[in-house]
Structure formats: structure tokens, C-alpha cells
């Protein structure tokens, strides 16, 4: 009696998939003991393991895999700012972890990095060719280059607009952005506990008039200071870490206090502005508080003209530095009748 064909082909069928499945499911279980093991949630990935979770599976997959490209012999770019990026990225990683937390969602989306000189070979299936650079490998993509690039935009705004990324194109929901607070607990107890010390000894100096605040010194030099602070865009260099100079490419000897173009603004370039706007600023207090107080004409016209001399240099230094920086010109505007 001739066994049937189908019965037995469907067979083959069913433990073919059952195969894959179980293939796939250990797949997701080393994924999830990978992202438990790191700190933030981010698995690290080489050539043999991006292998093992994406170009030798079948597709689709059960997951997708949000991989942030990095290289460590740039890490001194502060234009790239690839360490703020990948820390960014690993509060999105823990974000999500912590959000889906015993959710179906856990499984679907794992958040990986890759370093260049380890993995010089994947970068090369990617074409990746510039950094910073995120890809969204979805559970259809078949090659890695069709992965889904995340825009410049979106990584360079942070965590939050990552996130954004994420959810769209995936259509998982991140959840709120958890950031670190900025005082541990235990820093928290010690400065509570160094307040209730101090406490009664700043109420005596308080009520005394005995403390810096008191100080009309103190108060001029801190005005002073938060002017500087201001003019100098010193908070956007703490911001983007920018450094105070650059050495020269084509002269490592040689350094570079002020970079041409509107892209990045190095230190020294802030430092210097903000020390020409805090000249005027100066002058400008002097004369206004000061000058006014002397009672010879001759004097004050003198010491006015000084300071309007000197104020002219400074602000025509700073327009010439912005035309050669930004590269447009600022020109003075005359009114249509005096030509």
C-alpha cells in the first residue's frame, strides 16, 4: 500500500518550523540574558554576533535591533560628540527596558552598539561611511544596508527624539525618558547633614551682617562674573564639552584658538568676545556711574570720548570676527535720502 506524499511533506513542514521557532526563541533568550548583563541594557555586538542575530536568521524575526555605530579613536572629536550621543542612547536603552518591563514589548526591540576597529566588517555590510549614525534593522529586513538610517536631526536632539524615532518606525511605545537625578541619595544625605551643622553658625553671620552677602565687593565681581558668564556662550561649551582650542591638521605643532565656520565655536573663541563685550559693558557702567560724578567738563568729555573710542574698537572686532566666521557681512544701513 503506497504511503501518501502530503501527509508525510506536511509533516516535514511542521518540524521545519517548529525548528526555526525554537532557533528563534533561543535567539531572543540570549538577547535578553545579553541585555540583562549590561549596565544600561545595550548589548554589545562584533561581526560574529551581528551574524548570529540578524544576516544568518530568517526573516522576519521576531525583533528589531536599534544598533548605534561608534568609534573609539574618535572620541576626541568634540564636533562628532559621540560619548554624549552613546550615553543618550543608553538612557533610551534603559528607558525602554524599564518602561516595557514584563511586557510583550520586552522581546520586540533590543537596543546594541558596535565599535569600528572590532568590527570593521559589519560596518562595511552597513556602508557606513560617517558618524554619528543610528540604524533601525527591522524584523523584514533581509539586507543590512535597506536597515532604516535615523536622521541626523533626531540623534543630535537626544534621548527624546530617539525615542520619537523609535516609536514611529516601529510602532512600540518607548515611555517617559528616565534620567539619572543629579545628587546620589547619599550625596543628598551629606548635604543635609552638612546644612543642620552649619545651620545655626550662617543664622548668627545673617543676622550679624557679617557674611559675603553683605559685601557690596563681592556683588559688584559676581555681576561682573554672570555678564562674562553670559556674553562668552561659556554654558554652550560646557553643554557640547567644546575644547578651549584644536590642533592643526596640517601642523599638529600649530594650534587653532578660532575655528572658520558657524558649525562649532571652540572656547577661546567665547573667551575672547565675551572679554571685548565685557570691556564696553565696563566702560559703559564707568561712565553712566562714575564719570557723571565729576564735576570738571574737560575731564568728563575726555574720559567720554576715551570710552566711546575704545568701545567702537571693541564692537568693530567682534562684527570682523563674526563676517569671517559665519561668512555674512554686516554692514552699517543708511537711510534712502542720504544717498
Excluded at 530568517?58 to 554624549?84: C, M, V, W
Amino acid at each position: 500500500m503506497a504511503i501518501s506524499e502530503k501527509p508525510i511533506l506536511l509533516l516535514i513542514l511542521i518540524s521545519l518550523a517548529v525548528v526555526f521557532s525554537g532557533a528563534e526563541s533561543d535567539r531572543v533568550a540570549e538577547l535578553l540574558s545579553l541585555q540583562s548583563r549590561s549596565k544600561s541594557g545595550v548589548i554589545h555586538l562584533d561581526d560574529h554576533s551581528l551574524s548570529r542575530f540578524l544576516t544568518s536568521t530568517t526573516t522576519p524575526r521576531p525583533y528589531s535591533i536599534l544598533i548605534f555605530f561608534d568609534a573609539t579613536q574618535l572620541h576626541d572629536k568634540p564636533e562628532l560628540n559621540l560619548q554624549g550621543l552613546r550615553s543618550e542612547f543608553g538612557l533610551l536603552a534603559s528607558s525602554f527596558i524599564s518602561n516595557n518591563k514584563d511586557s510583550p514589548s520586552a522581546s520586540k526591540l533590543f537596543f546594541c552598539d558596535i565599535e569600528f576597529k572590532e568590527s570593521q566588517s559589519s560596518f562595511a555590510q552597513f556602508g557606513i561611511t560617517s558618524l554619528p549614525h543610528i540604524r533601525l534593522v527591522g524584523p523584514d529586513v533581509k539586507s543590512l544596508k535597506d536597515s532604516e538610517q535615523m536622521e541626523q536631526g533626531d540623534i543630535s536632539r537626544m534621548a527624546d527624539s530617539m525615542s520619537d524615532f523609535v516609536e514611529s518606525r516601529t510602532k512600540l511605545s518607548v515611555g517617559p525618558i528616565k534620567r539619572p537625578p543629579m545628587f546620589s541619595k547619599k550625596q543628598l544625605g551629606f548635604f543635609v547633614a552638612a546644612f543642620l551643622v552649619w545651620a545655626p553658625f550662617v543664622v548668627k553671620k545673617v543676622l550679624a551682617g557679617q557674611t559675603l552677602l553683605h559685601d557690596s565687593k563681592i556683588w559688584l565681581g559676581s555681576a561682573v562674573f554672570v555678564y562674562f558668564f553670559s556674553v562668552s556662550g561659556t554654558m554652550h561649551n560646557i553643554i557640547r564639552k567644546m575644547p578651549m582650542f584644536l590642533a592643526d591638521r596640517n601642523d599638529p605643532s600649530k594650534l587653532i584658538f578660532f575655528y572658520q565656520g558657524s558649525g562649532m565655536q571652540l572656547g577661546a573663541e567665547g573667551f575672547a568676545i565675551g572679554f571685548l563685550y565685557t570691556i564696553v559693558g565696563l566702560l559703559l557702567a564707568f561712565v553712566t556711574h562714575v564719570l557723571v560724578r565729576v564735576k570738571n567738563v574737560t575731564v568728563q568729555r575726555v574720559i567720554m570720548l576715551f570710552a566711546l573710542f575704545i568701545s567702537f574698537l571693541a564692537v568693530k572686532k567682534v562684527v570682523s570676527l563674526d563676517n569671517w566666521k559665519t561668512g555674512y557681512g554686516i554692514h552699517a544701513f543708511w537711510p534712502s535720502s542720504w544717498n
